[in-house]
């Protein structure tokens, strides 16, 4: 709970409400009924509500409303799209650039160098709001949104959910969604989905320094009673505590930005009686799959191919691990081709024919060294883990290959024999409560210091993957 005659040394400028909030609720609601501004105002002046830090809208137009609540096409996307990504500073000065495979790739690095570099320079800057990406390698980026792209991205959800049976329609005064994040500091707000009938929705902060009373979190999430609810997995853990769980009946719940463990996704169905959408993308790129089981990832159907390449950017074979590429066709204001995510698997085919992403592992793919020399992929250690009830963990391993693993939840000792035997030598396992509890934000999942046996460092750091991709 907070403190409110209490100074937090800690506290950021950037988090005080309304130091970001520029625009009046005219112009970030282009179409706010009476009604929509009222249902604004009770959950801004709700009694038992956060505090709310920022404000923000979708500034749709009347004549954008039907636009949105549609897919963009996909037939002869890419040709088109190739076509204005030559026409980028990027790339105008290269030639032979005739196919997708002659595009050099691009990475993060390139964007936080030069981000105009990847704008059309006739952009409609009219549109553009803009989003950060702390990104979990340290270089942050601030990107240019297209508000039609991002509240397309609403539906997108309601699409997903419809294909899973769930019928996500205006309901009442519950809120259509709950973005819910857990940290010490974060961007709050309540908004109005202009497309969505004008129901509200909130970005909440489940951390208790974000409320007014111990008791008010759950007030506030029972009377919001959301439809839906988005996170990444740290957030949507704590929707596991007794007061929470008992507050909300959502249809569905969408998770995104970090690796969703199989037993915290099948505690969450259990709890709520719905499908858990894992989505795999970047903010870059926006949702590039899905899945709603242990298997592989759905290649979503909208503008987004992906390859895998080797570190040398050569094409790698089908159904073996290399690092996933992306082409991103949906945000108009960063037409990305052949963007390196950071982040390995294999591409696959599904029984259908659509293209599948299995074995995914976000950043570098990280390898462990066993006491006899061989290399451990970091997947093996990820199906133990999950096999004994781990929610989410760290694990370390140090130049002198000693290995130590921090687990929230699950079975310690099951853990720490498993292991011991797949890496062939002890391992210190420490068991915390919460997800939470592994640290804030995007937790490091895997890094080894150790030498192979050819002397190189079996890895780099390797983080969860790296983007919030719900919106809000």
Not at 114 to 127: I, K, M, Q
Request: hydrophobic share 45%; proline share 6%; charged share 25%.
């Amino acid at each position: 709970m907070s403190d409110p005659d209490r100074p937090d040394p800690l506290e950021l400028a950037e988090y005080a409400p309304g130091e970001a909030a520029v625009l009046s609720d005219a112009e970030r609601w282009p179409t706010l009924s009476d009604e929509g501004r009222a249902r604004l105002e009770r959950w801004r002046r709700h009694p038992h509500a956060p505090r709310w830090v920022h404000a923000t809208g979708d500034r749709l137009r009347e004549e954008q409303l039907d636009r949105v609540r549609r897919p963009l096409p996909v037939e002869g996307w890419l040709d088109g799209h190739l076509a204005t990504a030559r026409r980028l500073i990027r790339y105008r000065r290269m030639s032979g650039l005739d196919r997708l495979e002659d595009f050099p790739t691009s990475s993060r690095r390139d964007l936080v160098d030069d981000l105009a570099a990847f704008v059309p320079l006739d952009a409609d800057l009219d549109l553009a709001v803009h989003g950060t990406s702390s990104g979990s390698t340290g270089a942050a980026l601030v990107l240019p949104d297209e508000v039609e792209e991002v509240a397309r991205g609403f539906h997108l959800l309601v699409a997903l959910a419809a294909g899973e049976g769930v019928d996500w329609r205006p309901d009442g005064e519950r809120l259509a969604v709950v973005q819910v994040v857990h940290q010490r500091q974060a961007f709050t707000y309540v908004s109005i989905v202009s497309s969505f009938e004008q129901r509200a929705m909130a970005r909440v902060n489940l951390h208790g320094s974000a409320w007014p009373t111990d008791a008010a979190r759950a007030a506030f999430l029972a009377d919001a009673d959301p439809q839906v609810v988005t996170g990444n997995p740290t957030s949507l853990a704590e929707l596991l505590a007794p007061e929470v769980r008992s507050a909300i009946r959502p249809l569905a719940i969408f998770s995104g930005a970090m690796a969703l463990s199989a037993p915290l996704r099948a505690g969450l169905e259990q709890a709520f009686g719905c499908p858990v959408f894992d989505v795999y993308g970047l903010h870059e790129t926006r949702p590039i799959a899905v899945r709603t089981d242990d298997g592989p990832f759905r290649v979503l159907d909208r503008r987004v191919l992906v390859e895998t390449l080797d570190a040398d950017g050569r094409t790698v074979p089908d159904g073996e691990v290399g690092e996933l590429v992306v082409t991103a066709g949906e945000n108009p204001l960063l037409p990305l081709v052949r963007y390196r995510t950071g982040d390995f698997g294999r591409l696959v085919r599904l029984a259908d024919g659509a293209a599948g992403i299995a074995d995914l592992e976000g950043r570098e793919h990280t390898r462990f060294v066993a006491a006899s020399g061989d290399l451990v992929p970091s997947v093996d250690l990820t199906q133990q883990l999950q096999a004994h009830g781990a929610l989410g963990w760290s694990v370390e391993q140090a130049a002198d290959g000693a290995v130590t693993a921090r687990i929230a939840g699950g079975d310690a000792p099951a853990v720490e024999a498993a292991l011991a035997a797949l890496l062939g030598r002890a391992v210190a396992v420490e068991r915390v409560d919460r997800l939470a509890d592994l640290g804030e934000g995007k937790p490091r999942r895997y890094r080894s210091l150790a030498a192979d046996p050819a002397g190189r460092a079996a890895s780099a750091d390797r983080h969860a993957r790296p983007a919030d991709t719900m919106g809000g």
